[in-house]
Each structure stands twice: as C-alpha cells, then as structure tokens.
C-alpha cells in the first residue's frame, strides 16, 4: 500500500542554519504530496503541497519540490528561527483521493 | 487560526466509563475526520465522513464509535476503552477530499486509566 519514510529526529539546529528534512514516498498512481507542521499544544496546519511532478510548494521561506523520479518531497528552508520549532509531517493522498496518508513526524529544534 | 474546535481538550477516564469527543467546524466544510496520534508513530486515520456519510473505516475497535449528525459537527463515543488507546485525537476538515488541504482542530488528550 501507499506509505511515507521520513527522516528521523529530532533534529536540532543552530538559527540561521540551513533546514533540509528528508521524505519519500511509496503510492499508486499521482498523489498529492504535503507538509504539515504542529506546534506544541496544537494540532497541524498546512505548511504547503505541491499536486503534480515537479511542482514546488513554498510557504514562509520553506519550500519542497515534487520529484516522481526519486519519489521525494524534501523540506528545506535556508535560514530557520527559534519560531520554527515544531514536529513536521509529510502526507500524501492516495490515488483515490480518500485519505492522507503521513509520515511518522520529524521534530526539529532550533536553538538562538 | 483555526475554524476547527475541539472539546474536551484534556480527559482522563477509566476503563468502564463511557465519554464522547466532539468537534465542530466553522469553515462550510463536507468533509471531516477522526485521527488517532500516538507517541513515535504515525498519524492513524479513524473515520472518514462526507456529507454526514462515513466513508472510511480504519479497521478501527467498535470500543470507538463516531458520529455525524450534520456536516459540522464530529462527536467519537468512548465505551470500555483501553490503556493503549491513551493519545492525542484528532479532528480535521476539507472541502472536497483528502488531495485538498484539510484543517485540524487543536485535539483531545485522553488519559484512560
């Protein structure tokens, strides 16, 4: 069935370093790829998403970029502040378009 | 920002008792959804509705029973639930399916003793 890897965390990072949080995914047919991003003590909300190769989404300084060759939807942000600490998600719909189908989460930290 | 509240936002509950969650969503939605979201792993959908009709059924306990009365609100019924099923729901909404964006509310942390 469909699925979504991401990478592991927590990762922690100084500010102003580059962010990069590695997803791949595994579906049938052409999903629709997201990152969502939760706070703490809230639930998720919409980062960006991209719905066909090589779109890239873009979102408060983050982008992805959607790749059917390698079945990827990276996170990356070339400066990251303390605000940005949070647990990110990645998802796919399936084909049918019924459900999101995420990742197990990344928490990133970043220290002033 | 969010037109998606959840209440309780915290409960803690034995094993024999029986409470209910809800959620309501401000944003004309038809679409709405329960999540299970447990320490170290994945989001798990539950229930899926659109327009008041369930969809999707994740395989989920009959211990768990969800309940549409109309496109805005969501309640999930507790009944004999186990220590396991301790975790952070999830309500969310969409206009449209799930290759649209959807909207969480803030979610219920339930404690079952």
């Known amino acids: 069935g469909d699925s979504v890897t991401q990478m592991e965390g927590p990762v922690t990072l100084s500010e102003e370093a580059f962010l990069t949080i590695n997803c791949t995914y595994t579906?049938?047919?052409?999903?629709?790829l997201f990152w969502y991003v939760q706070y703490p003590g809230e639930g998720l909300q919409l980062l960006l998403k991209?719905?066909?190769?090589?779109d890239k989404g873009s979102n408060k300084g983050f982008e992805a970029t959607y790749r059917k060759e390698t079945t990827s939807f990276h996170l990356e942000k070339g400066s990251v502040q303390v605000s940005d600490s949070a647990v990110y998600f990645c998802?796919?719909?399936?084909?049918?378009?019924?459900?999101?189908?995420f990742g197990q989460g990344t928490e990133l930290s970043v220290k002033p | 920002e969010t037109g998606v509240t959840q209440t309780p936002r915290h409960l803690v509950m034995g094993m024999t008792n029986k409470k209910s969650l809800k959620c309501e969503q401000h944003?004309?939605?038809?679409?709405m959804y329960w999540y299970k979201q447990s320490a170290k792993k994945p989001l798990e959908l539950m229930f899926v509705?659109?327009?008041?009709?369930?969809?999707e059924n994740n395989s989920v306990p009959s211990r768990f029973s969800p309940e549409c009365p109309n496109s805005s609100h969501l309640f999930l019924h507790l009944h004999t639930l186990q220590p396991e099923d301790s975790a952070l729901y999830l309500c969310?909404?969409?206009?449209?399916?799930?290759?649209?964006?959807?909207?969480f509310g803030p979610g219920t942390r339930l404690l079952v003793l």
């Open positions: 969310a909404s969409s206009q449209g399916d799930a290759k649209e964006t959807q909207y």
């Open positions: 579906a049938t047919g052409y999903p629709s």
């Open positions: 991209a719905t066909k190769a090589d």
């Open positions: 998802a796919l719909s399936d084909h049918e378009g019924g459900k999101l189908i």
């Open positions: 944003l004309g939605h038809n679409a």
């Open positions: 509705y659109n327009f008041k009709e369930q969809t």
